[in-house]
Structures are given as C-alpha cells and as structure tokens.
C-alpha cells in the first residue's frame, strides 16, 4: 500500500509548498496532512475489512441454505467483532483537534498515530486467511475450530484499536 502521508506531501501545489515554509504554517500545515492522510489510511483499513465481513456474511447465508444452523450464533459473534472494529475505525477521531482544538496533538503524536493504523494492515491478512479456513471448512469437522480462530482474530483487532488512544495519552 502506498505511504498515504507521502502521496499527500508530494501532490502539493506551489502555493501550499511557499505557505509551508512559513514559521508556525509550516508545522500547522504538517500536521494537516497527517490527519488527512491518517483519515484515507482509516478509510482504506475500514473498506479492506468491510470486504472480509462481506464474505462473511454471503457464508453465514451458504451455511443457512446448507441447513447448518449449529453454528450460525457463533458465525454471528465473529461478524459483530468485526463489524464494531470496522465502526470503531471509520468514527474514530483522526488527530483530534485542529490549529484550535482544545487536544493538542504535536506532529510526532500524529506520526505515531500513522504508523499504528499503518500497522493495522497487516490485521487485514490475518481476517482473509482466517475467512479463507471457514469458507474452506464448511461442510466439515473443522468448521468450529476455523469459527473459533475468526472469533478470536476478530477480538484482537477491536483490543487493538482500543488500544488507539494510548499511542496518544502515552
């Protein structure tokens, strides 16, 4: 995935680059990009995970027309963590205030910020991998097993991003 900071940074036009070599706009403008960019990673995360949560919803329905009831509720509980951390991450706050916001977030906090959404890529494989066992499992014994390791996956990513404000508070 391409840096989203970078990408910003280095679509600047000619004004904004004079605007930023202003004292004190420099450094407001910065931060700016970063929270801009940290929103377009979050939305990149949140539409990358919606695709998974989609599949596991069209193999909740495959498992219903299989007659495999037994393990709907626990299909159910994976799609709940999933889809609260993909709300979490779509309605979270991107850098928290602005040049007046009564947070001030300096532009390594917002650095840090980045790179732990940034990290949250790698939770993305791990919730595809993890789909891919249940939709490979169904139909047979290891389908609870395959429910259960995307039950537990889920839960990390929400811990994960609970964890979000302590990048900031610490």
């Known amino acids: 995935m391409t840096d989203m900071f970078s990408k910003i940074t280095d679509s600047q036009n000619l004004l904004e680059k004079i605007a930023g070599k202003v004292p004190g706009f420099g450094g407001y403008l910065k931060e700016e990009q970063r929270r801009t960019a940290d929103k377009m990673l979050r939305e990149t995360l949140a539409q ?3 695709e998974q949560w989609a599949r596991i919803s ?12 037994d393990q709907i509720d626990n299909m159910e509980a994976a799609a ?3 889809r609260n951390f993909i709300d979490g991450m779509k309605t979270a706050s991107y850098g928290y205030g602005g040049l007046f916001g009564a947070v001030k977030i300096n532009d390594a906090e917002l ?5 732990f959404d940034n990290q949250l890529l790698e939770g993305v494989g ?3 991998s993890a789909v891919d066992n249940v939709d490979a499992s169904v139909g047979t014994d290891g389908l609870p097993a395959a429910i259960r390791n995307l039950t537990n996956i889920c839960a990390e990513c929400v811990t994960a991003f609970d964890r979000r404000k302590d990048v900031i508070t610490s």
């Open 48 to 50: 990358r995970y919606d």
């Open 58 to 69: 069209e193999i909740q329905r495959r498992m219903i027309g299989e007659g495999m009831i």
């Open 80 to 82: 709940i963590k999933l």
């Open 111 to 115: 650095a840090k910020l980045y790179d």
């Open 126 to 128: 791990r919730v595809t």
